[in-house]
DNA sequence: AATGAATGAGGATTCATTCAT
DNA sequence: TATGAATGAATCCTCATTCAT
């Protein structure tokens, strides 16, 4: 192991660690609002040294971007051990949640901002990440009927219907949409229990449905 | 393009001109990218005369935020004289996805954008006729339970579960994201109509929840 | 009296309002810090009139410059009454140190302020009254020794000296750092009359000449 | 040796290159009428470049400040070899106005300006030099009196009145007033010679004081 | 590989001023 | 006479980015 590989592997390290920083501060602060000099300072290094990792800003997006598909999509493939397609639907749901309020950052990148700016076209390719993802799901939704769930209904459609409900949940809730309306009627301080119940709730609905 | 010409469009609708081309720039860009240069310019002004009518950035999102709600609240007012209040939740729902598709750029100032900072208080006036179109869906779901809909459930989850399947469908069409996972598989080029069938199915289940 | 009279006499007065209205926001705001707006909205006038009135910023100052050594010399001229000169020296004194501390704004224009911009040559102008100022306390200071004061001194070294202590103390008091040194020890809250007894001890080494 | 030596001296440089330009430039035209702007122009930099070696403008002042009493008390210090306290005063008054002329913008921005809002803090840190300056003063008046001089006069207003004087007789030559009067009726062109011989006026009225 | 220095472009605002009405 | 509307130029300041070292 020669110094080109320890070289190699800081290299990689300080490429993590940028993304890292990146994401943490795209949190707290928003996309716009988090300039490249915060991201270095908060590695210790200085703005120039982003550089010479990352071409410019929207090369860090989108780095987010692929990364952060990868790792949903890892959270989704461990489900593959649950045999029993609705169960493996539930916990699929329970996962995409527990996924965008870990990194809501993350979640907001895959799925809320417009894809950023010059990078359309090799935001495409990324989605091809998206696509498996929606498959996974559309693929389990179809077993699940294959064992009498949700008689009647198009596979395709009811995969965008659940999809669409997930997403609703997590995004009113990292916007803080939620928290205006339940604040303003709550006897719940806690959003992610309320988050938590509002889905088993969704379940239920779709339970119910085998009947 | 002279000063004559631009003297020529009505000024008086200049407030409003620039509410527009303000909704269009935040939806596009998002509010932190949207300069006071980048309106004037879109309206054909100088920077400083969108300071004759609004005075700051913060005045401009604050009112159209309150236009948006006002419009929101009117398209449910309408729903008032359908008396089933199934037939009614089936309209709210419509209507909520009618709104959403026709002004995409208000729907998401709305529901989307996590309220600019500063204006927080503001916001929360604001979201008072939020809540009240809550309130509406709330009082809608529990009439329902009251001819037998939803057994069992809660009223307050399961109209935030509804809601969020809501918001979910219409941000993932407005994003663009539900654009991406269609056309890959799409036998359908037509967003809308695609939206309105998970819509469909959507409600499906809804109604299967009776027995 | 026809309608022309009572419009001149009202033209008048909004040149003293404004005048006035200038002057009160310079002493709070400081010159530059005072906008034509402010001026125009403590008059509850639109900025243009402003124009009706006075070509612009500059000509203002020029009027309150104007004005500000009319109202000097009036305050002197009052003294032409008092017999004894050294008497009269002293009230002199303690005119100069009231008009400084009831106008401080119009003090520092008179003699802080460098010759605001363009209005050099004005100014060179305007300072005929000045040098009339001057003079005054010069002829009195003579008068002083013909009567046995200030033996053996140069009559306008001393006046130079006299004036240069007026002015040191009413500037040091106006700019604040009196207030400063003052405050760091003192059992003495009220600067006004520590300029008071500074200036009675001054006076008190100028008595004491005599002999 | 070299490169790294040769650096900090150059960023050494600029940092005293600023304060110079911005001393002058505050002096000719006010602390409010200074732009970041116009400093930059004046050594030849980009605006932004000022930024990297001042916070914002209050920076700089503020280090203006801090050098400009540590001059000052400099030219103090010397005179502690001075034993005769009547003679060491005299001297102080001569170092004064010799530090006044030598530095008039320094002068003016440590006692004329009013301190620049927001640092008001900072400027009363500054000012424990400036206070220490008056102490300085305030103990060679007693000592004089322990000697003989200023019978019956309290130390502490004299010393403002001595402070006073100083101070009128700086500001009215800096500011050019003092030029205008005496122009008008000079014999005299130069005015520090003017200032000189009215000085030692003033000093001829504190010596007759003793008898 | 890392960075200190530098900057051009652009951010929100403010203001003196003009001009048509 | 008075002003509403408009703007160009200026304010301070921040930031992504480059480049010589």
Redesign the pocket.
């Known amino acids: 192991m020669g110094v080109t590989e320890r ?1 190699e592997r800081h290299k990689e390290d ?1 490429k993590k660690d940028i993304l890292t920083a990146a994401k943490e501060l795209f949190t707290q602060k928003g996309y716009e609002s ?4 915060a991201i270095a300072e908060k590695i210790e ?5 982003i ?2 990792y990352y071409k ?2 929207n090369e860090i997006v989108h780095a987010l971007h692929q990364d952060g598909f990868r790792l949903l999509v890892s959270h989704f493939e461990v489900l593959n051990t649950v045999s029993n397609p609705f169960e493996r639907l539930k916990a699929m749901g329970r996962a995409y949640i527990h996924f965008a309020m870990q990194n809501p950052d993350i979640y907001q990148l895959l799925f809320v901002m417009k894809e950023p700016l010059e990078h359309v076209a090799n935001c495409f390719e990324d989605w091809h990440e998206g696509d498996r993802a929606f498959d996974i799901l559309l693929k389990t939704v179809s077993e699940c009927q294959g064992i009498g769930y949700f008689k009647g209904l198009d596979a395709t459609m009811l995969s965008f219907s659940i999809w669409s409900t997930m997403h609703g949940m997590c995004t009113l809730r990292i916007t803080g949409h939620l928290g205006h309306v339940a604040i303003a009627r709550a006897n719940q301080l806690d959003l992610d229990h309320l988050i938590g119940a509002a889905y088993e709730t969704y379940v239920a609905t779709l339970e119910n449905l085998t009947t």
């Open positions: 070289k300080l988090t300039s490249i000099r290094y200085s703005p120039a040294t550089y010479l410019d800003k």
